[in-house]
């Protein structure tokens, strides 16, 4: 009887990419930046793009009634007339104790205004302006068949040869920084059809434990991670997907 485990896990991780993807990643960064656009500095829509990012996930919570919001005070105190006293139309008002707050603070929606085109004109800048911070890789299959032995697995699946892999891909683009993982965060862009492959991998669990790891699905990749992010890792469809002259899915979020 066959004691050995069997795993049905797919086997996929990344590697450095070959010298033609490298080619291919960085005539899409070149060659995007040049659709129809004037070359004046562009520095003010990337940092109005991200404010947008940063206001359009500000919430304030913040909420005071009104005099119409307060429960109760919907009768008269006392007649208008004939006591001597101030005339009063509620004990809920803002004059009274327990009654509305004027002005308070309410909970607001931070709309800025910015054009989808102007939103798309500073994301092709800022990918331009970074792409020597850019690694092209690729996908590497370990197994062509998902039904393996654990103990013969090509890659274990963990964190430390995640590590590994990440520290080859530098040294193939001859990057030499120590503790990089430590101190530098890293993005990885992929397709979304290569996340359907990497998805439930040994790769993808393994860097989990990562801090400054992560991975990110290109068509979800907003100015903000660009903006932080000290390496990105790039596949070559990925790069095509970001540079495409039509980029109508890249919508300004609100």
Known sequence: MNTNKIATIPNYWIIPGTSIEKDFVLRRLDGHFKLGFSQTNPDYLIHKAFCLYRKTNRIRNASTKTKS???????????????????????????????????????????????????????????????????????????????????????????????????????????????????????????????????????LQSIKNLKNVSLIVDNQLSINDVIRSSWILMTAYSSYNLTLKDLSWKKVKR
Not at 108 to 134: G, M, S, T, W
Not at 166 to 177: G, M, V
């Open 69 to 203: 919001e307060v429960r109760g005070g919907g009768r008269k105190p006392w007649p208008q007339k004939g006591r001597g006293k101030a005339r009063a139309g509620s004990i809920r008002s803002p004059l009274w104790r327990g009654g509305g707050v004027t002005f308070g603070p309410k909970p607001i929606a931070y709309n800025p205004k910015l054009n989808n085109r102007e939103y798309d004109r500073a994301f092709r800048v800022l990918l331009h302006e970074k792409q020597k911070r850019i690694l092209a890789i690729s996908l590497f299959e370990g197994l062509t068949n998902s039904k393996l032995d654990i103990s013969k697995s090509i890659y274990p699946g963990k964190t430390k040869y995640a590590k590994q892999i990440f520290s080859e891909i530098f040294e193939k683009n001859n990057i030499n920084l120590k503790n990089l993982l430590n101190k530098q965060l890293i993005s990885i862009v992929v397709s979304t059809q290569e996340y359907k492959i990497l998805e439930g991998t040994l790769f």
